[in-house]
């Protein structure tokens, strides 16, 4: 209806230039959200993605990403769906990448046809992590005895709470090699015959994006604006999509509200500290 109205207006009136919808994909890849802002996943930037993808003039989407990381399961998901618009709706993905694209990052960096980058932006580490936090110690100190019961003896495997095992350890790191796998065929496929003859692409190493295009992790070095308005015009508009906003502020993760028990209490807020920490330390690897 927008475009057979703007048909119908004098073409002195009409707004000159293409207008292309752009989409910022910034923070740590989670699931939930975190004590200070939102998380990236699938729940929270679908929205804007099926907006972007809905402008029917536009030939191309760009997207914009900054993120050190974080959930496989949620980069894929992001990845699959920008695939999944892109091929329903015909258009063409750009991606940009900011201070960095890395992991998880670089994952969702995949899901565009060309992948730009500044000189000196942060590309790669294309392997697998798990970090957390162990509070046995913490909990004897202040008292609390944490209670557990299960039926099956690894139900509680990898519990922060309690000592680590090594059988836990040797457990975890298998499927870590299972992610990276499908990480790597990923990156194949996606990036084919542009990446180089390197063993080091796959190890985990992250580079600048000056390097990142020698190894064929990005296809060209450059910002958003310049690119967009050399390819389709000095009039091209940037249309930046923005996520919906909630009139009551978000349920704090990993606190327990209510009349839980004390003990539940401050292991959920424990747990919701820890979250924060491990998402600095996640730009923090990246020296940001």
């Keep these: 209806m927008a475009g057979f109205l703007k048909r119908l207006m004098p073409k002195r009136f009409r707004k000159k230039g293409l207008t292309i919808p752009v989409v910022r994909l910034h923070g740590a890849i989670m699931a939930g959200g975190s004590q200070f802002k939102q998380s990236l996943n699938l729940a929270g930037v679908a929205p804007m993605l099926d907006k972007a993808f809905s402008k029917k003039d536009a030939p191309v989407v760009a997207i914009s990403i900054n993120s050190p990381g974080g959930s496989p399961v949620q980069s894929r998901l992001i990845f699959q769906r920008i695939r999944s618009l892109a091929e329903e709706k015909d258009k063409k993905v750009l991606v940009f990448v900011e201070d960095v694209a890395a992991s998880g990052g670089y994952?969702?960096?995949?899901?565009?046809?060309?992948?730009?980058a500044d000189p000196t932006s942060i590309v790669g580490s294309i392997g697998v992590v798990s970090g957390g936090f162990g509070f046995p110690e913490?909990?004897?100190?202040?008292?609390?005895?944490?209670?557990?019961?299960?039926?099956?003896?690894n139900k509680v495997i990898l519990d922060p709470f309690q000592p680590e095992k090594e059988g836990d350890i040797e457990y975890l790191k298998a499927l870590q090699l299972e992610i990276h796998k499908v990480f790597i065929e990923m990156v194949k496929m996606r990036r084919g015959e542009r990446l180089a003859d390197d063993a080091t692409i796959f190890s985990g190493l992250f580079w600048s994006g000056l390097r990142g295009l020698e190894l064929g992790l990005i296809d060209s070095l450059g910002d958003m604006r310049e690119v967009l308005k050399r390819r389709y015009g000095k009039d091209t508009r940037l249309e930046l999509i923005g996520s919906a906003r909630t009139l009551f502020g978000r349920r704090v993760p990993g606190v327990v509200?209510?009349?839980g028990k004390a003990g539940e209490i401050a292991a959920g807020a424990v747990t919701g500290l820890a979250a924060s920490l491990e998402e600095k330390a996640m730009w923090s690897r990246y020296g940001l």
């Design 257 to 259: 509200f209510g009349e």
């Design 138 to 153: 913490l909990l004897r100190k202040i008292g609390i005895e944490r209670r557990v019961y299960t039926a099956g003896e």
């Design 107 to 116: 994952m969702i960096a995949l899901a565009g046809d060309e992948i730009f």
